[in-house]
């Protein structure tokens, strides 16, 4: 597609419930980055994904945060259990190679958790 | 890891104005440092980079520079305008060639007419 897309743009969910967020990259880009932004915040790296595999997922706050890529493109960002502390906005980020340069944003998941 | 301190939070200014932000960091290997414009309800749209290998860079109204010794580098936007209202983030790689980005806090700009 011509952008970053995510869905949903809005989540509320009951703590306690899982949740999944989904981001669908430029099409070629072969890097997919997860940050998380809370209110008045700035970006927290979660993971990065090279094509499929995650070389750094240092930024995963807890074992209830997990991510996949499959065939090279769509990111599906999984939170378990959710608690009212995850509440922030999600946002997915691609490039075209590792290094060349900036990102590209969605407009991110608001996740609302109550 | 990388830290990236960025200054002020906040900026207000009168339309036409100069508005400079700043920004410092940790990693004296980065060597990427692109500038980040995030309005309301919309992800962060890239607005400039500059590389290490430059001091300076400019595209109409914004320009960023970059000292590698002090590890600071700048955002200047002349001639302000309403529009440009919004959250400015900077940022740094990690490390030389490792593409993840690490971010400031963020500069909230306001321009008034």
């Known amino acids: 597609g011509a952008g970053v897309s995510q869905s949903p743009s809005n989540k509320v969910t009951e703590k306690g419930k899982d949740v999944e967020l989904r981001c669908d990259p430029i099409?070629?880009?072969?890097?997919l980055y997860w940050y998380r932004q809370s209110l008045g915040q700035g970006l927290e790296f979660l993971i990065y994904?090279?094509?499929?595999?995650?070389?750094?997922k240092s930024g995963l706050p807890s074992d209830r945060f997990s991510a996949e890529r499959t065939g090279g493109s769509v990111s599906t960002l999984t939170i378990q259990r959710t608690q009212q502390e995850d509440s922030a906005v999600y946002l997915c980020?691609?490039?075209?190679?590792?290094?060349?340069?900036?990102?590209?944003f969605g407009s991110g998941t608001r996740l609302t958790v109550v | 890891g990388e830290n990236v301190e960025q200054h002020p939070s906040t900026l207000s200014v009168q339309e036409g104005d100069s508005a400079v932000i700043k920004c410092t960091y940790s990693?004296?290997?980065?060597?990427?440092f692109p500038w980040y414009k995030q309005e309301l309800g919309k992800g962060p749209q890239l607005i400039i980079d500059?590389?290490?290998?430059?001091g300076e860079k400019k595209d109409q109204r914004i320009a960023v520079t970059l000292n590698k010794t002090a590890k600071h580098f700048s955002l200047h936007i002349t001639e302000t305008q309403p529009e440009d209202s919004a959250v400015y983030f900077c940022?740094?790689?990690?490390?030389?060639?490792?593409?993840?980005?690490?971010f400031g806090k963020g500069t909230m700009l306001l321009v008034s007419p």
């Open positions: 500059i590389r290490s290998n430059v």
């Open positions: 940022a740094a790689n990690l490390n030389s060639g490792y593409s993840t980005l690490t």
């Open positions: 994904f090279q094509g499929n595999s995650a070389p750094d």
């Open positions: 990693d004296s290997a980065s060597n990427y």
């Open positions: 099409s070629g880009h072969t890097a």
């Open positions: 980020a691609s490039s075209a190679l590792p290094s060349t340069g900036g990102y590209t």
